[in-house]
């Protein structure tokens, strides 16, 4: 886990940065004579203004900053008002669950907005907060964005030297069609789920059973991602209680020590929520632990009661995601593979068109489109080489299509760093290659309406360029990986692969 690729140490920057941007908010709290819950409100707020705003460009990531408030101020106050009447206060967060994941139709900004709209109402619950203490949870979150505000883009502004690449669209559709419409429908029944059974359990504490719910849902696209992510929760909800009773409980709300350790659990939290969902949840849960220990409420059975809520929460998404319109996961999959073999033959056009002298044809963003495509194919594909997975013939399959999509990269990597270079050339070898690369995408997926072809016109150049070569290398081993992907792409995902 701590030892996972980190190109450039951008994970280590951004959580770093992250326990710069809480800590000054919570610093700014308390210079303002907040009380503790505001100041708690303010921190959380901080973290998630950090953790969810995720556009491509820092104007976008500060435009979707500044409307947070927009999504949150509203919901504080209507979850404020309802807090003394359940029934009134189920229909308006379910309200509020559906139109968080209704939103992330609209990209990064609707992604972030619904993740803050739906936290401010979980934070209000977890703190108890009623109508009179509105104003300050008003105060703490403004001061909170505007500290997070002044250390993401003034102070400390990572993406300015290092833009991060766009996300992916989510996957298209009309109606109930469109996988995040589906999904919407699916967390509110869970969500609606989480709230019963989650009262059943605790008057209390139920709302950690609609948290857990709801950031199940939270990245997932198919009905396996979301149980798959579901148990990772759960796993990462018991490490973090057993830590919990080693160290939550001993400190007791000590005020320093508790700040220390709050502030590594946010790293941890930043740090770990790529490569592993498991060991972002055990932050999640000791930093919970410690609030719960600086407001003196922590026991043992709290943290009982913690896992009780997180396993009844991984229950109502289950049910949500395979009984209310599913998407499979080989649907899902499915398309993603399409948009990932599609990319693969833009790239190879347009480095085919560069390297026949077009210099306004970068491959470039392509290939990187091409790694964040191939990311979300192995998210997709995640449930399938899951070590529990029981289906042994399809984790084979999904093994062997990461493989070989990976192979592609590499060939295109290449073969974008050899158009790059301006003493390339290349020979009519080139545009039979190239045919041939775009005839074998063609097999396994069909064409998209106005695609562009390749054309490349024969240049005079030496006829065993060194650059024409190195093109050619990478050329015939993307055509050599789209031809094995036949077998584990064009098949039945239930039949067993024949060795080539």
């Known amino acids: 886990m701590f030892v996972a690729p980190d190109p450039g140490r951008l994970r280590l920057r951004v959580s770093a940065r992250a326990v710069l941007g809480v800590s000054l908010a919570v610093a700014a709290a308390e210079l303002a004579g907040l009380s503790l819950v505001a100041s708690i409100t303010g921190g959380l707020a901080a973290l998630l203004a950090l953790f969810t705003v995720g556009d491509p460009t820092v104007r976008r990531q500060a435009v979707t900053?500044?409307?947070?408030?927009?999504?949150?101020?509203?919901?504080?106050?209507?979850?404020?008002?309802?807090?003394?009447?359940?029934?009134?206060?189920?229909?308006?967060?379910?309200?509020?669950?559906?139109?968080?994941?209704?939103?992330?139709?609209?990209?990064?900004?609707?992604h972030?907005?619904?993740?803050?709209?739906?936290?401010?109402?979980?934070?209000?619950?977890?703190?108890?907060?009623?109508?009179?203490?509105?104003?300050?949870?008003?105060?703490?979150?403004?001061?909170?964005?505007a500290a997070t505000s002044a250390v993401r883009f003034g102070l400390w502004c990572i993406e300015r030297r290092m833009p991060p690449p766009a996300a992916p669209a989510p996957l298209p559709g009309r109606g109930l069609a469109r996988p995040t419409t589906r999904q919407a429908f699916q967390a509110t029944v869970a969500c609606g789920v989480a709230i019963a059974a989650g009262l059943l359990i605790s008057p209390d504490r139920w709302y950690?059973?609609?948290?857990?719910?709801?950031?199940?849902?939270?990245?997932?696209?198919?009905?396996?991602?979301?149980?798959?992510?579901?148990?990772?929760?759960?796993?990462?909800?018991?490490?973090?209680?057993?830590?919990?009773?080693?160290?939550?409980?001993?400190?007791?709300?000590?005020?320093?020590?508790?700040?220390?350790?709050?502030?590594?659990?946010?790293?941890?939290?930043?740090?770990?929520?790529?490569?592993?969902?498991?060991?972002?949840?055990?932050?999640?849960?000791?930093?919970?632990?410690?609030?719960?220990?600086?407001?003196?409420?922590?026991?043992?059975?709290?943290?009982l009661l913690r896992f009780q809520e997180t396993a009844v929460g991984a229950l109502g998404a289950a049910l949500g995601v395979a009984l209310i319109l599913p998407v499979s996961t080989h649907g899902a999959t499915d398309a993603w593979i399409r948009r990932a073999l599609?990319?693969?033959?833009?790239?190879?056009?347009?480095?085919?068109?560069?390297?026949?002298?077009?210099?306004?044809?970068?491959?470039?963003?392509?290939?990187?489109?091409?790694?964040?495509?191939?990311?979300?194919?192995?998210?997709?594909?995640?449930?399938?080489?899951?070590?529990?997975?029981p289906l042994r013939a399809r984790k084979a399959r999904?093994?062997?299509?990461?493989?070989l999509l990976d192979d592609c990269a590499r060939a295109v990597r290449g073969l974008a760093t050899v158009a790059a270079d301006p003493d390339a050339s290349h020979d009519a070898r080139l545009a039979a290659?190239?045919?041939?690369?775009?005839?074998?995408?063609?097999?396994?997926?069909?064409?998209?309406?106005?695609?562009?072809?390749?054309?490349?016109?024969?240049?005079?150049?030496?006829?065993?360029?060194?650059?024409?070569?190195?093109?050619?290398?990478?050329?015939?081993?993307?055509?050599?990986?789209?031809?094995?992907?036949?077998?584990?792409?064009?098949?039945s995902p239930r039949a067993p692969l024949v060795p080539a």
């Open 208 to 303: 950690w059973a609609v948290g857990t719910a709801w950031w199940i849902f939270v990245n997932t696209a198919s009905r396996g991602e979301t149980l798959v992510r579901g148990f990772r929760r759960v796993v990462g909800t018991v490490t973090g209680i057993a830590a919990g009773l080693l160290i939550a409980i001993p400190i007791a709300g000590a005020p320093a020590p508790t700040a220390a350790l709050v502030a590594v659990c946010v790293f941890g939290i930043f740090y770990t929520a790529a490569p592993s969902y498991s060991w972002m949840m055990f932050f999640v849960t000791v930093m919970a632990g410690l609030l719960y220990g600086l407001l003196g409420v922590l026991h043992p059975g709290l943290l």
């Open 65 to 110: 900053t500044a409307l947070l408030p927009a999504a949150g101020f509203p919901v504080l106050a209507l979850a404020t008002t309802l807090h003394g009447l359940p029934p009134l206060r189920a229909a308006a967060w379910l309200a509020v669950v559906f139109c968080g994941v209704y939103a992330r139709r609209w990209g990064p900004r609707g």
């Open 342 to 389: 599609h990319c693969v033959h833009g790239c190879t056009t347009t480095a085919a068109r560069r390297l026949a002298g077009d210099e306004q044809a970068d491959p470039a963003p392509l290939a990187a489109e091409l790694e964040l495509l191939l990311g979300r194919v192995r998210h997709s594909l995640a449930p399938l080489v899951h070590p529990l997975s």
């Open 398 to 403: 999904a093994r062997q299509v990461i493989g």
């Open 112 to 145: 972030a907005l619904g993740i803050f709209a739906f936290m401010m109402f979980f934070v209000t619950q977890f703190l108890h907060a009623v109508p009179a203490q509105l104003p300050e949870l008003y105060g703490a979150v403004a001061l909170a964005l």
């Open 433 to 491: 290659a190239c045919a041939r690369v775009e005839a074998a995408v063609h097999a396994l997926v069909p064409p998209v309406t106005g695609q562009a072809k390749a054309h490349i016109v024969s240049v005079p150049a030496p006829r065993h360029h060194p650059g024409a070569e190195a093109a050619l290398t990478h050329l015939h081993g993307l055509e050599r990986a789209l031809e094995d992907l036949a077998a584990p792409l064009c098949t």
